[in-house]
C-alpha cells in the first residue's frame, strides 16, 4: 500500500518558517520525482517546488530564494523548509511522488500565516 504522508504544518507569524516532511511507504523512492503543492481556499492547486530523483530542483517565482526542497532517500521522505513566511503562503501543502507510470498524492497538510 502505497502512502505519503505529510507533517509539519501550523500556524506561524509572518517571517517565520516551517519545515514540512512527507515521509513515503510502498515505494522505491529514489526513483520518484517529488513534489510540493499548495492550494488556498478558492484558488486552484499550484506547483511549489520540485526535486527530481537525481535530486535537481525547481521552484515557483512566488517562493524562490524563501523555500528550500530536499530529499533524504534513505528515509524515503522529502522536505520543504519554509523561511520568511507571508500570509500569502497560507495553504494546504501537498507532497506528490511520481513516475513515468505512476503519480501519488498525500492527504495535505495545513499552513497558516497570520499574526
Known amino acids: 500500500q502505497v502512502q505519503l504522508v505529510e507533517s509539519g504544518g501550523g500556524l506561524v507569524q509572518p517571517g517565520g518558517s516551517l519545515r514540512l516532511s512527507c515521509a513515503t511507504s510502498?515505494?522505491?523512492?529514489?526513483?520518484?520525482?517529488m513534489g510540493w503543492y499548495r492550494q488556498a481556499p478558492g484558488k486552484q492547486r499550484e506547483l511549489v517546488a520540485t526535486i527530481t530523483s537525481s535530486s535537481n530542483t525547481n521552484y515557483a517565482d512566488s517562493v524562490k530564494g524563501r523555500f528550500t526542497i530536499s530529499r533524504d532517500n534513505a528515509k524515503n521522505t522529502v522536505y520543504l523548509q519554509m523561511n520568511s513566511l507571508k500570509p500569502e503562503d497560507t495553504a494546504v501543502y501537498y507532497c506528490?511522488?511520481?513516475?513515468?507510470?505512476?503519480?501519488?498524492w498525500g492527504q495535505g497538510t495545513q499552513v497558516t500565516v497570520s499574526s
Open positions: 506528490r511522488g511520481y513516475t513515468g507510470h505512476r503519480d501519488y
Open positions: 510502498g515505494i522505491l523512492f529514489s526513483i520518484y520525482d
